[in-house]
């Protein structure tokens, strides 16, 4: 039986290759409709609509190459309804990287689990 902390590995993994592919439209059911985005710089993205434009305006940079996101620790709740990822990430453009640590926490809706919020902190 796969537990909930393998399913947001495999989810986390997932749209890693989504990013990578530069199709933000596959990105939207990863999302909490109302979720929150804090960004490596520092600045908030709110709702789902909003995470998803800026997604499409970094595909559509031509420099843009992908951000991924590498799992260090999902730690579910006593109800096994929300989990907290942390991790790291690397952001690539053809001429420059990015990257730090990540918090994102996690919820079950309607039998999946999407992301309600992520906080990125860009350490170099």
Do not use: C
């Amino acid at each position: 039986m796969t537990t909930p902390q393998d399913t947001i590995r495999a989810r986390r993994k997932l749209t890693n290759k989504i990013i990578a592919a530069h199709d933000a439209g596959r990105l939207a059911p990863f999302f909490d409709r109302q979720v929150n985005l804090i960004s490596g710089e520092g600045g908030l993205l709110m709702g789902a609509q909003a995470v998803l434009a800026a997604f499409q305006a970094q595909f559509a940079d031509p420099s843009f190459v992908t951000y991924a996101r590498t799992t260090e620790s999902v730690v579910l709740d006593a109800e096994g309804q929300r989990a907290a990822e942390t991790g790291t990430w690397v952001a690539t453009w053809k001429d420059a990287t990015s990257s730090g640590s990540y918090l994102a926490v996690w919820k079950k809706s309607v039998g999946q689990w999407v992301i309600e919020s992520e906080t990125f902190v860009t350490l170099a």
